[in-house]
């Protein structure tokens, strides 16, 4: 197959796509791979990982660009190769067997699969060579092949067992015992135990971003913990300090060198709990991270449809971060007279933070904000005469819906219109895009072209998305959509047995399991967007179906989720909606010809707990406008708790006193 595509030359994904030269006869995941497989009788050798993914580069250069190792995989396997972003099932599926057989996991992961896809061993990255304790990929192929040829009915054997273990959470039971709010303060203390009094974050490193354990500690009042984890990343190196954004995590405890490789999802959830933490502090400086964050998400992610891409590479040039990390004598010739407050704000040194360059850090002394604003600029300007690093251009419902709702809050509380436009813009163009014929939401396209069944995260992301688009603009179509969004969700994707949801619809492509993920990690999981979403969507709508449904998730995982609350961040939020009684959510109904100092007085502070609707005067197609009248042709705010309101305000500061104010709503 030297210099001749292979199957992946037409695929929308970029990761998928840089394979298409190599002399493997790569298929991706699907039918024809299946089929092939089964009439063969051969081994699928599945090699999963994404566009961002530095080892996954160096497997490929190394072992399937070459082609003594490719015809070793041709002549024993059917080969595939799946994007683990396009495919999450899949890699789910593989990722948790793989960490079964060998007590680890990451990418890229290689699993070795019967044709009717139950894995029988595997492994991540494999040298080309024996070395690091490891086999060589060869002698991986030899022995896979070797086994198979003498042994495949002991290995097809025990194949009903293993697929059984493969459905993960789906597996639950519901818990019959009440949600208990003291298990929500629990779950701070157990954060507290983890945290970093000194450097932010939880536990040591490799730190991640813990975005919704943040957004939980919010909910829950707290603010040196969010605060200082906010504020040190800020700070370091995993914030790049020139454009803006953020990288996936920090090799370091200190946050302060990266591993390059920036994703849409860390930096829309960053936004959101940046602005949140300007909101709780009165922090100008947490403000413009989340405005700076937004900013390049505009300038470098946004296609011209209005869609975001969903990744740049930790490399260029075949190097990881040569394009982000600076020398002192660049800086010098960059920067010139600015040059030496610039090395002192960015802690910059002849010895270097990483390889002999320095990752850019914001611990110094920063100069004014001219002088800050004129020195990234400058830089920015030199640096974009560099090679970038690749950019992964597909687009992902999941991802975009994080961006848009990032977007749409951002843009309401800052008053942002530019904001406003984009989540606007971009909601448009997914709703128009990422449907098929028959209006079913797809999972990823390149900007035209569409495909694969969306995921529960898709459509769980995009229902929240849509009613915070909805709360920033008080246009209804965002309603009406999340609505219907939310009822094919629990159409297609609801285990009305015992609760949840499935991660793939009913209609999905059958797999060895239909599972639940649960885990809020790297983001939210499915299931816990879906819970809070229909919260939310229950209190805009009085509906106790869509709140069941959300208790339902809750049922599963309310006793393991606060023991584990790093892994639960985001359910956790869901769980603080419903388990503290004396901390009721409210609904805010917003109505008549001028509702801005009403709408910023809500927008004021961080309510997590509050739903908002708004317009000129009572609208049926959202429930909580229904009836709402203006108050002597002035504005007038409800203040409700399950539909049961306050007496209607006029007055700014007497909205306010009444959010300010304990619960107990009464006609």
């Known amino acids: 197959m030297d210099g001749v595509s292979n199957a992946l030359a037409q695929e929308t994904s970029p990761y998928l796509r840089q394979h298409a030269h190599n002399p493997v006869d790569w298929l991706p995941w699907g039918e024809e791979a299946l089929r092939r497989a089964r009439e063969l009788d051969r081994p699928l050798l599945v090699s999963i990982g994404y566009s961002a993914c530095h080892w996954c580069h160096v497997m490929e250069r190394e072992s399937f660009e070459d082609v003594t190792t490719a015809r070793a995989m041709n002549d024993n396997f059917v080969c595939v190769k799946v994007d683990r972003e396009e495919r999450p099932d899949v890699d789910a599926l593989y990722m948790e067997a793989v960490q079964a057989m060998t007590g680890q996991g990451g990418w890229p992961l290689n699993v070795f699969c019967t044709p009717e896809q139950v894995p029988f061993y595997g492994g991540t990255y494999f040298p080309p060579d024996q070395r690091f304790g490891l086999p060589s990929w060869r002698q991986v192929l030899a022995a896979v092949a070797d086994a198979w040829e003498r042994e495949r009915d002991r290995i097809r054997a025990g194949s009903e067992q293993v697929a059984a273990r493969l459905q993960g959470a789906a597996a639950l039971r519901p818990s019959e015992a009440p949600f208990e709010p003291a298990a929500l303060d629990l779950a701070v203390a157990a954060l507290r135990e983890a945290y970093d009094p000194e450097w932010g974050g939880f536990g040591g490193a490799p730190k991640f971003p813990p975005s919704s354990v943040l957004e939980f500690l919010f909910a829950r009042g707290e603010t040196d913990m969010t605060l200082g984890t906010l504020r040190a990343m800020a700070a370091g190196g995993i914030h790049d300090q020139v454009g803006g954004g953020f990288a996936r995590y920090a090799v370091d405890r200190t946050w302060t060198v990266p591993h390059f490789e920036k994703m849409l999802y860390d930096n829309a959830l960053l936004a959101r709990a940046f602005l949140h933490g300007s909101q709780v502090s009165g922090d100008e400086g947490l403000r413009e991270v989340a405005e700076r964050t937004l900013d390049w998400a505009l300038r470098e992610m946004r296609g011209p449809e209005g869609l975001f891409y969903s990744a740049l590479d930790a490399d260029s040039e075949g190097v990881e971060g040569k394009f982000y990390v600076w020398t002192v004598q660049e800086l010098i010739e960059a920067l010139g007279p600015d040059a030496d407050a610039a090395i002192d704000w960015f802690g910059a040194s002849d010895e270097g933070t990483f390889e002999g360059a320095n990752v850019l850090e914001g611990r110094g002394p920063a100069p004014d904000r001219d002088a800050r604003d004129r020195i990234r600029a400058r830089l920015l300007e030199v640096r974009a005469q560099r090679v970038r690093p690749g950019l992964d251009d597909k687009r992902l419902t999941s991802w975009n819906a994080l961006l848009i709702g990032a977007l749409a809050e951002a843009g309401a509380v800052l008053e942002r219109e530019d904001y406003l436009h984009a989540a606007r813009s971009s909601a448009s163009a997914l709703l128009r895009v990422h449907r098929d014929a028959d209006g079913r939401l797809l999972r990823t396209s390149d900007g035209e072209r569409a495909k694969l069944n969306a995921y529960l995260e898709d459509h769980a992301f995009l229902v929240e998305a849509l009613l915070t688009l909805y709360e920033a603009t008080f246009e209804a179509r965002w309603f009406e959509e999340a609505r219907a969004l939310a009822d094919a969700m629990i ?60 208790l339902g998730v809750l049922r599963l995982l309310h006793e393991v989720a606060p023991k584990h609350p790093t892994a639960f961040g985001h359910l956790l939020q869901a769980l603080d909606w419903v388990a ?58 409800y203040v409700c708790e399950r539909f049961a309101c306050q007496r209607p305000v006029a007055e700014p500061g007497e909205l306010a006193a009444l959010l300010d104010a304990p619960g107990q709503a009464s006609r």
Do not use: Q
Request: a negative charge.
């Open 491 to 550: 159409e297609r994707f609801a285990d009305d047995e015992r609760g949840g949801f499935f991660s793939t619809s009913a209609d999905h492509e059958p797999l060895v399991a239909r599972r639940k993920d649960l885990e809020d990690s790297p983001i939210p999981a499915g299931n816990s967007s879906a819970a809070l979403g229909l919260l939310r969507l229950g209190a805009l709508t009085g509906e106790r179906d869509y709140e069941e449904r959300a």
């Open 580 to 637: 503290d009684p004396a901390r009721p959510p409210r609904e805010v109904a917003l109505v008549g010809p001028d509702v801005a100092p009403l709408a910023r007085v809500v927008r004021s502070r961080l309510r997590p707990r509050l739903v908002l609707a708004g317009g000129p005067g009572p609208d049926e197609r959202v429930p909580l406008l229904a009836g709402r009248e203006p108050l002597d042709e002035r504005a007038a705010a």
